[in-house]
T-cell receptor, first 116, second 114 residues
Framework: AQKVTQAQTEISVVEKEDVTLDCVYE???????LFWYKQPPSGELVFLIR??????QNEISGRYSWNFQKSTSSFNFTITASQVVDSAVYFC?????????????FGTGTRLQVTL | DVKVTQSSRYLVKRTGEKVFLECVQD?????MFWYRQDPGLGLRLIYF???????EKGDIPEGYSVSREKKERFSLILESASTNQTSMYLC?????????????FGPGTRLTVT
């Protein structure tokens, strides 16, 4: 069975601080994909990144970076110099191929509050 | 730009009513999904469809059914709404293939059953 754990329920930071959102996953499959989504107050989930299990290179996109470590089954997300617009709920998700389609297993989300 | 739309942002229904939630996507995606989102539980998959008229149960299908008569449209049906089905419902779509493609989500429908 697949499982995704986001142990941080809520994080509050002051603007310009760096913040890391943790994600730990469990799966017995050797081929899998990891995702991060952002859910702003408007409610619509926005796709941020997809990473497959064979690609452990870290990725940077502007102020966002992701650290994938298979040895610890973690896929952590760091926001550098946070801004108020980063305030949202962030979800980590795991996908494995099962029969007819690839299904996502979501973590419970981390609510990030960035204040001035 | 991928666009997934849902018929209502907010809905209030009475216990026992039949409820239809509609989802439409415009990217010719083969896969479509229905989730519910509850505080502290994240998103849980109710049903998904990988082709027209094809469907599979997700993790929490009890009390729900779905319909996919056209590729772009996926409906979630609550046959007899109950108060424990009060929740945020999210529809998503994705390409089908050997890889696992990202899902694109609609804005959600917040359903209240009284």
């Amino acid at each position: 069975a697949q499982k995704v754990t986001q142990a941080q329920t809520e994080i509050s930071v002051v603007e310009k601080e760096d913040v890391t959102l943790d994600c730990v996953y469990e799966t017995r499959d050797t081929t899998y994909y990891l995702f991060w989504y952002k859910q702003p107050p408007s409610g619509e989930l926005v796709f941020l990144i997809r990473r497959n299990s064979f690609d452990e290179q870290n990725e940077i996109s502007g102020r966002y970076s992701w650290n994938f470590q298979k040895s610890t089954s973690s896929f952590n997300f760091t926001i550098t110099a946070s801004q108020v617009v980063d305030s949202a709920v962030y979800f980590c998700a795991l996908s494995t191929r099962t029969g007819t389609a690839s299904k996502l297993t979501f973590g419970t989300g981390t609510r990030l509050q960035v204040t001035l | 730009d991928v666009k997934v739309t849902q018929s209502s942002r907010y809905l209030v229904k009475r216990t026992g009513e039949k409820v239809f939630l509609e989802c439409v996507q415009d990217m010719d995606h083969e896969n479509m999904f229905w989730y519910r989102q509850d505080p502290g539980l994240g998103l849980r998959l109710i049903y998904f469809s990988y082709d027209v008229k094809m469907k599979e149960k997700g993790d929490i299908p009890e009390g729900y059914s779905v319909s996919r008569e056209k590729k772009e449209r996926f409906s979630l049906i609550l046959e007899s709404a109950s108060t424990n089905q009060t929740s945020m419902y999210l529809c998503a779509s994705s390409f089908k293939g050997l890889s696992s493609y990202e899902q694109y989500f609609g804005p959600g429908t917040r359903l209240t059953v009284t």
